[in-house]
RNA sequence: GCCCCCAUCGUCCAGCGGCCUAGGACAUCGCCCUUUCAAGGCGGUAACACGGGUUCGAAUCCCGUUGGGGGUGCCA
């Protein structure tokens, strides 16, 4: 399962990477062994690879990496800004008698030696400041005596992902990070740990707001849908999605939000993102699809359609279809509801039949159209003959075209919506055709 | 509770002190086109949260209020 939201982090963390020439790193932060599962990491890389976001360097797993947490735990330990703590939160909360205050410091000097079951804590500062420089917030600053003295090794000896990830930012001279606004907290501990583990000069941070949904919460996999997999197997394709991620918290200049990629990518600043969090809007979303499958070429159309036929259909025949049902979509995933019934005859749907053929110039307009049918030799089984046949037939039973195409849409493809009519009756055939008109009579005269 | 972030149409963006009687996109409404449904064309409704400053001039700068959001784990 791979977020949108994590989507769109990963999009912004390419698009400024390739904007800048520079080099972008996949770091997979599986720190938590007891937690971690392989296949997530699996799932992870093809939705990047889907996105179209290959990565320029990694993967780099964290957890291959514990010698260098355990060589940054040993340096920050040995300058004194660490020590060893085995207090459970249950103690934690009976000391201050409250849930939510931060660690309050009683192993400071207990001078603990390490071991099991104890964790090692990092020293802040009681008081001074840390400035955070950020592209898109400018410089929260964070009073140290506001932040409390956090766990950086656990008591398993496995390191937290803050000190990982300073220690990998170090290690692999990342220059810029951009992340979600939920790690801004987070920013000045880890830029504690670097000062404490070299002279480098700080990362330039860029935190992107977060999305949500209607209600303007954060999405979340618990209530909301979130899932990149998801779209993609509900017939979103990967330019649309990619595009409109975009758009959620920044713009391509000018009147147009829809435009090529690499447009985004000459475009981009994390200086021009919106701090203020997004609505993740499936509607919109779904314009932009219903415009990147237009935009499509029949051929590329035709491939992207492929994982939502049957394998029973002959493509030749879909391609015939292909025109008539391109622009009618807004999902992929409604292709098979659009041209079933070119395969196979589907079940009338029973209000559509009443809508179409209750009304009283029906039965005997419906009698002249099947004859008319039957009387037409192959030559003229084209779109337009048919069109004029079933106008002059409307005429006299004085119905206009709209009207007196229903019934025959009914009963050919069991519903009053659909491709268009006669060149769909071309694609089927004159026997088809009559077969199913012969069938849809027999009804007509039951009723 | 504490820390931090944010605030322009219903939604997503544009706007970076005068070009704003605030622009675009999605949604919505109407009209046109039309073989159904779409698509397409044209048009409409709709916003600077509030209160104070600063300034000749503020959607744009500052302060406060209110309202949202994020964090507050030996998760990431």
């Given amino acids: 399962m791979f977020h949108v939201g994590s989507a769109r982090s990963v999009l912004f963390n390419y698009v400024f990477a390739k904007n800048q020439g520079g080099t972008f790193v996949l770091r997979i932060e599986d720190t ?3 937690r971690n599962q392989p296949e997530w990491t699996e799932g992870i890389m093809k939705a990047i690879r889907w996105l179209g976001c290959d990565w320029d360097e990694g993967p780099y797993f964290q957890s291959e990496r514990a010698d260098l947490y355990k060589a940054a735990a040993d340096r920050i330990m040995s300058r004194g800004q660490a020590y060893f703590c085995d207090c459970s939160r249950d103690a934690l909360v009976a000391r201050t008698g409250n849930q939510q205050v931060g660690y309050d410091g009683f192993c400071r000097d207990r001078g603990l030696q390490g071991g099991p079951g104890q964790a090692l804590r990092f ?19 964070f009073e140290l005596s506001t932040i409390e003295d956090f766990v950086i090794v656990r008591s398993n000896g496995e390191a937290m992902f803050l000190l990982a ?8 001279r990342i220059s810029h990070v951009v992340r979600g606004e939920e790690h801004l907290p987070n920013t000045p501990k880890a830029q504690l740990l670097w000062q404490a583990l070299t002279d480098l000069p700080l990362p330039i941070w860029a935190h992107v707001p977060v999305l949500v949904n209607e209600k303007r919460q954060k999405l979340s996999k618990r209530r909301d849908k979130v899932a990149l997999e998801q779209f993609r197997d509900e017939g979103f394709v990967m330019p649309a ?70 394998p029973a259909w002959d493509r030749d025949v879909f391609r015939q279809m292909v025109p008539l049902i391109q622009t009618r979509l807004v999902t992929l ?23 179409a053929m209750s009304a009283d110039w029906v039965p005997g307009f419906y009698i002249d159209v099947l ?5 037409m030799t192959n030559a003229q089984w084209d779109a337009e003959s048919l069109k004029s046949t079933i106008e002059n037939i409307g005429t006299e039973h004085d119905q206009k075209l709209g009207k007196a195409q229903a019934p025959v849409r009914v009963a050919v493809t069991g519903s ?32």
């Avoid at 420089?133 to 600053?141: A, N, Q």
């Fill in 333 to 355: 995933a409604e292709v098979p509801a659009l041209v079933g019934f070119v395969f196979a005859m589907p079940v009338i749907d029973d209000s559509a039949w009443t809508k």
């Fill in 32 to 34: 938590d062994t007891e």
């Fill in 241 to 310: 999605m990619r595009n409109y991620l975009m758009t959620l918290g920044w713009a391509p200049r000018g009147e147009h939000e829809i435009v090529p990629f690499e447009t985004i990518i000459e475009q981009f600043q994390l200086s021009d993102v919106n701090s203020a969090p997004a609505f993740f809007d499936i509607k919109k979303l779904s314009a932009f699809n219903g415009d990147y499958i237009r935009a499509m070429s029949p051929v590329d159309f035709e491939v992207a359609c492929e994982p939502w036929l049957d």
């Fill in 165 to 172: 990830n300073v220690a990998d930012d170090i290690d692999m």
């Fill in 416 to 447: 009053t919506v659909g491709p268009p009519l006669f060149e769909a009756l071309v694609v089927l055939g004159r026997d088809e055709v009559l077969a199913r008109m012969t069938a849809a009579g027999e009804r007509l005269a039951n009723t």
């Fill in 123 to 141: 020293r802040v500062p009681d008081s001074g400041s840390t400035t955070v420089v950020d592209l898109i917030r400018g410089t929260p600053t």
């Fill in 371 to 375: 004859s008319a049918f039957s009387a």
